[in-house]
């Protein structure tokens, strides 16, 4: 699962690899002929889209709290309070 801005961009890296390799077997083999390779490589691709679009949706929706808002109104450390 990617979990910071460093590893979303080394997917989106393997993710271009990945489809520059498809679509060399593409041109390369005619259809039907190495099926199982690009098969394979597809579903990675797929992986990838997923994970990378998990991880654009949870930077969307989290947010970081506030130093402050994890003070009481009068100024004590609340139970969330680090």
């Known amino acids: 699962m990617i979990t910071n801005a460093e590893q979303y961009q080394k997917a989106q890296e393997e993710l271009q690899l990945l489809e520059d390799r498809l679509h060399r077997l593409q041109q390369s083999y005619p ?42 109104l009068s100024g004590e450390r609340t139970a969330l309070s680090f």
């Open 31 to 72: 259809l039907g002929e190495k099926g199982f390779t690009k098969a394979g490589i597809r579903k990675m691709i797929a992986r990838l889209h997923e994970e990378l679009a998990l991880y654009e949706v949870v930077k969307r929706f989290t947010k970081p709290i506030p130093h402050n808002s994890r003070m009481g």
